[in-house]
């Protein structure tokens, strides 16, 4: 059983900052595409920003200019820069690591943007 664990959520004023962390086994993080995802109540989980094995990088349109998605791969770390929080970012985040038919969830971590 892979397993991903994220830190770092919490609460933030609109305008702060958060950064949030993900580790996994090394495996993970030579072979796989990995991505944070997000899910607000009552909504669907949609792709936040994701990172090829080689660090490219693909962002949700809303996030764009304020996250920054990175990868350590010899540090076993995925990290989600969030910069500019808007209330509209509140959600549960969860990295994901995908690999041909493979694909493996972390338990998520709260991100509450209020005033």
């Known amino acids: 059983q892979v397993q991903l664990v994220e830190s770092g959520g919490g609460l933030a004023q609109p305008g702060g900052s958060l950064r949030l962390s993900c580790t996994g086994p090394?495996?993970?993080?030579?072979?796989?595409?990995l991505a944070w995802y997000r899910q607000a109540p009552g909504s669907q989980r949609e792709l936040v920003a994701g990172t090829t094995r080689n660090g490219s990088a693909n962002y949700l349109d809303s996030v764009a200019g304020r996250f920054v998605i990175s990868r350590d791969n010899p540090g076993k770390t995925l990290s989600l820069q969030m910069n500019n929080l808007k209330p509209e970012d509140t959600a549960v985040y969860y990295c994901?690591?995908?690999?041909?038919?493979?694909?493996?969830w972390g338990q998520g971590t709260q991100v509450t943007v209020s005033s």
């Open positions: 994901k690591a995908t690999w041909s038919v493979h694909e493996f």
């Open positions: 090394s495996a993970i993080f030579h072979l796989y595409q």
